[in-house]
């Protein structure tokens, strides 16, 4: 299992920078990905080994990973692994995991006290672990002085169903509700502004509150996908979704829109889940896309 931190890619004015939490095998990509041929994987052995397939062990590689952004003067982070002791029954994998994430968070430069955002692009547990850590038997926020953005439709479809209940999520109950309870919550819907060159937008199939984050700044462009693709070869084959996908129809058609605007407007495509090369530039090739070339 390789851990480490990125140098900094600057878009415009923006500064990105990757640090990693952990990066290993997966699942086989017939498991992840249902639909697709297994030739097509071998007919791209080229370039998907090793960094996003190992044809030996059978799985797709993976990496769970934040984007730290630094956006006129804040810090704003997105997405936040899986978090150190968690109870994970559903994903044992994930299940009491004790790495150096804030330490390699601190060698990019950023203290828990510095974030000023930080934003959760769905409410999956590998994507808002870090939001808490324990602190005197109690789970309290990371980033204390952060406003935390989420997805109103994920905050009510894993959240409790009523006032007076508490979520059936562990997720929920460890990484989402002691950050509502300290007040640092902000709920958004279908499209939110952070600033002049950072903005959000709904982006449901995943789950029904996914969304992506627009990157703008001088004449360069970004979008921030989330988990819209776990492997490149959902950048080939953009109508099969992952295993992963609470509607993977709609999740279908959000991929191809958000792949389209991309190409047409040279946006660099940055998924949460991609080791190696963790972005890429993306261009049409009939009904579907391929890859321009990588970066990050």
Known sequence: MDEHTDGPLLLGEVEIRRVIELEAPFLPPAALVPG????????????????????????????????????????????????????????????????????????????????DIVVNTHLHGDHVGWNTREQDGDWMPTFPNATYLMPAADHAHFGPRGADEESRDPVFTDSVAPVDRAGRTLLWSGFHRIDAQLTLEAAPGHTPGSSVLRLASGSDRAVFVGDLLHTPVQILEPAHSSCLCADPREAAETRVRILGRAADERELVVPAHFRGAGAAQVRREGGRFAVSRWAA
Do not use: C, I, Y
């Open 36 to 115: 697709v041929p297994e030739e097509l994987w071998h007919a791209h052995r080229d370039w998907l080994a090793p960094d996003f397939w190992d044809p030996e062990s059978g799985r797709v590689m993976a990496a769970v990973q934040t984007w730290v952004l630094r956006s006129e003067g804040k810090t704003v982070l997105v997405d936040t692994g899986v978090g150190n002791g968690r109870d994970r029954p559903d994903a044992p994998h994930f299940a009491h995991l004790d790495t150096g994430f804030l330490a390699r968070l601190a060698a990019a430069g950023v203290r828990p006290e510095d974030v």
